[in-house]
């Protein structure tokens, strides 16, 4: 008998790679139900693939190297870009009912720094809901595949320099005991890190603990700097904020002040369509100076609004905003996480028994900013490679599970509560949109006082994340992509290249930021 592969994170690279290993047993462990605490389930745009008329790979490529702001390893965009009708097949096969034409041909419609009409949708504006329903259906049709849901994974076992399994916590039934479970292969597919900033689209689950618990155990991680603020989340005071497409603007919608001028205009050639870093500062600057920032789309879409984007057009309701007449108010959110767990071109992580996939991973393919919908894409993409490697390399380990207790300190969850609000703010304020070497470090102190007094594995995690988020954020003296700072604004071909770290490398320059 051997152990099942273990997947931390029921969300779309973690239920996909779970289907692409079947008929290989399978272990999904995820802190909500699957599908639910996935930002995918989110995600409105589609998927990005070279399916169109007149479209190319290499088209898909130039494009994704030209949004990353010159740190895209070509390699990397060129493979996911060639894999990406692939896996729409796979998708389709799965049942998720991609908008045709009515030839019966897959409709595509065109994003902000795309050259072509590539984005494969469903229903406009509900991609990410249909293809997550459609996995998940697939899922518990699976027989190979077994969900521990409501269950919070904590730590990596490391056992003779090699990753055998995890320790996780059944949060939902509130015991003590914490779990430890052995696998042949280990993947970590736990989602982004949105909920460490105030304002954000992501949910709750997205607070980036797959990757401190990676860092935890001595993963190398990369890009860490670089955060991707959505220029249009719907200013409505919610958390998480709704998001207004992109495609909106893909549209025709402009984007307007309180005083009806096109701010974006002067800002770039582009002007509403420039690529999402230089909209989200356009937007920022705008509601910093108390001019507001809205998204008009009374003229570019109008009455078809609740046919065309539904999705959009329900949480405006829900807010008591006609879209059809008045214009949405606007605001940046931490939308997507460029940064994460190095891994090769399978998902390997440097950790021998560890791989990744999705957001939580750093491959590569994005640079300093991604492009519009290629992070269903290369979540699909790598979570498929993964399984195909763990094919080859997973590993037996010790067979069984043990069951252990832990202290009692360790039940609450004050993550949730003012330690979280504080952390939260200190980020949004000093590790945002725009960034500086003051606030960097004031962040920094911060979360140092934060882990001092962390009383749960769960929230050292976040804590970890975050601080290599700043040591990563400080150490970049320069401005690319998503990591924008006002003290350096411009960028500097010395940064122009990928920046790797691991705990202990960040730990070590910590003193020299904090200090100075």
Same mark, same amino acid.
């Given at each position: 008998?051997?152990?099942?592969?273990? *997947? $931390?994170?029921?969300?779309?690279?973690?239920?996909?790679?779970?289907?692409?290993?079947?008929?290989?047993?399978?272990?999904?462990?995820?802190?909500?139900?699957?599908?639910?605490?996935?930002?995918?389930?989110?995600?409105?745009?589609? *998927?990005?693939?070279?399916?169109?008329?007149?479209?190319?790979?290499?088209?898909?490529?130039?494009?994704? $190297? *030209?949004? !990353?702001?010159?740190?895209?390893?070509?390699?990397?965009?060129?493979?996911?870009?060639? &894999?990406?009708?692939?896996? =729409?097949?796979?998708?389709?096969?799965? !049942?998720?009912? %991609?908008?045709?034409?009515?030839?019966?041909?897959?409709?595509?419609?065109?994003?902000?720094?795309?050259?072509?009409?590539? *984005?494969?949708?469903?229903?406009?504006?509900?991609?990410?809901?249909?293809?997550?329903?459609?996995?998940?259906?697939?899922?518990?049709?699976?027989?190979?595949?077994?969900?521990?849901?409501?269950?919070?994974?904590?730590?990596?076992?490391?056992?003779?320099?090699?990753? #055998?399994?995890?320790?996780?916590?059944?949060?939902?039934?509130?015991?003590?005991?914490?779990?430890?479970?052995?696998?042949?292969?280990? /993947?970590?597919?736990?989602?982004?890190?949105?909920?460490?900033?105030?304002?954000?689209?992501?949910?709750?689950?997205?607070?980036?603990? !797959?990757?401190?618990?990676?860092?935890?155990?001595?993963?190398?991680?990369?890009?860490?700097? %670089?955060?991707?603020?959505?220029?249009?989340?719907?200013? =409505?005071?919610?958390?998480?904020?709704?998001?207004?497409?992109?495609?909106?603007?893909?549209?025709?919608?402009?984007?307007?002040?309180?005083?009806?001028?096109?701010?974006?205009?002067?800002?770039?050639?582009?002007?509403?369509?420039?690529?999402?870093? @230089?909209?989200?500062?356009?937007?920022?600057?705008?509601?910093?100076?108390?001019?507001?920032?809205?998204?008009?789309?009374?003229?570019? @879409?109008?009455?078809?609004?609740?046919? &065309?984007?539904?999705? @959009?057009?329900?949480?405006?309701?829900?807010?008591?905003?006609?879209?059809?007449?008045?214009?949405?108010?606007?605001?940046?959110?931490?939308?997507?996480?460029?940064?994460?767990?190095?891994?090769?071109?399978?998902?390997?992580?440097?950790?021998?028994?560890?791989?990744?996939?999705?957001? /939580?991973?750093?491959?590569?393919?994005?640079?300093?900013?991604?492009?519009?919908?290629?992070?269903?894409?290369?979540?699909? =993409?790598?979570?498929?490679?993964?399984?195909?490697?763990?094919?080859?390399?997973?590993?037996?380990?010790?067979?069984?599970?043990?069951?252990?207790?832990?202290?009692?300190?360790?039940?609450?969850?004050?993550?949730?509560?003012?330690?979280?609000?504080?952390?939260?703010?200190?980020?949004?304020?000093?590790?945002?949109?725009?960034?500086?070497?003051?606030?960097?470090?004031?962040?920094?102190?911060?979360?140092?006082?934060?882990?001092?007094?962390?009383?749960?594995?769960?929230?050292?995690?976040?804590?970890?994340?975050?601080?290599?988020?700043?040591?990563?954020?400080?150490?970049?003296?320069?401005?690319? !992509?998503?990591?924008?700072?006002?003290?350096?604004? &411009?960028?500097?071909?010395?940064?122009?290249?990928? #920046?790797?770290?691991?705990?202990?490398?960040?730990?070590?320059?910590?003193?020299? %930021?904090?200090?100075?």
């Amino acid at each position: 008998m051997t152990n099942p592969i273990l *997947i $931390i994170g029921g969300g779309l690279a973690g239920l996909f790679c779970a289907l692409k290993l079947a008929p290989k047993a399978v272990t999904v462990i995820a802190a909500a139900p699957i599908g639910q605490g996935a930002s995918s389930a989110w995600a409105q745009a589609g *998927i990005a693939a070279a399916v169109g008329e007149g479209d190319t790979i290499g088209k898909h490529v130039a494009d994704t $190297i *030209i949004a !990353g702001d010159g740190i895209v390893d070509e390699a990397v965009a060129r493979l996911m870009a060639a &894999e990406a009708s692939d896996r =729409v097949h796979d998708l389709l096969e799965f !049942g998720v009912p %991609f908008d045709r034409d009515l030839e019966g041909r897959l409709q595509v419609s065109r994003e902000a720094a795309h050259s072509e009409s590539r *984005i494969v949708r469903v229903r406009g504006d509900m991609a990410g809901r249909a293809i997550m329903q459609a996995l998940v259906d697939a899922v518990r049709k699976t027989p190979s595949i077994r969900v521990l849901e409501g269950h919070v994974a904590e730590q990596l076992i490391v056992e003779n320099g090699r990753v #055998t399994g995890v320790r996780a916590r059944n949060h939902a039934a509130g015991g003590d005991a914490m779990i430890a479970i052995r696998g042949s292969g280990v /993947v970590i597919a736990a989602g982004g890190i949105g909920h460490l900033y105030e304002v954000t689209t992501n949910p709750a689950e997205a607070r980036g603990g !797959g990757i401190g618990m990676a860092a935890r155990a001595g993963a190398r991680m990369a890009d860490m700097e %670089f955060v991707q603020f959505h220029p249009t989340a719907i200013d =409505v005071g919610k958390d998480p904020a709704p998001l207004a497409t992109e495609a909106l603007r893909g549209h025709g919608a402009t984007l307007v002040n309180t005083a009806g001028e096109r701010f974006m205009v002067p800002l770039h050639p582009d002007a509403e369509l420039a690529p999402r870093d @230089v909209v989200a500062r356009g937007i920022f600057a705008e509601v910093q100076v108390g001019r507001g920032a809205f998204l008009d789309c009374t003229e570019a @879409v109008g009455t078809a609004f609740p046919d &065309e984007f539904p999705t @959009v057009y329900g949480y405006c309701r829900d807010a008591g905003i006609d879209p059809v007449s008045e214009p949405i108010p606007v605001i940046p959110a931490a939308h997507y996480f460029m940064g994460g767990i190095w891994t090769d071109q399978h998902g390997r992580t440097s950790l021998p028994g560890l791989w990744a996939c999705g957001e /939580v991973t750093s491959t590569g393919a994005h640079g300093a900013n991604r492009l519009a919908s290629n992070s269903l894409l290369e979540a699909v =993409v790598f979570s498929a490679r993964v399984a195909e490697a763990l094919r080859d390399d997973a590993a037996d380990a010790p067979v069984g599970w043990q069951e252990g207790s832990i202290g009692s300190a360790d039940l609450e969850a004050p993550d949730d509560s003012a330690q979280m609000k504080r952390l939260r703010g200190t980020m949004s304020a000093n590790l945002g949109v725009l960034r500086n070497a003051g606030g960097m470090r004031e962040a920094l102190r911060t979360i140092l006082e934060l882990e001092e007094g962390a009383e749960t594995e769960r929230f050292r995690n976040v804590l970890v994340t975050a601080k290599l988020i700043a040591v990563s954020a400080l150490n970049r003296e320069e401005s690319r !992509g998503g990591h924008f700072r006002t003290d350096f604004p &411009e960028p500097d071909d010395a940064w122009k290249r990928r #920046t790797l770290v691991t705990l202990d490398q960040a730990e070590a320059v910590i003193p020299d %930021f904090v200090e100075a």
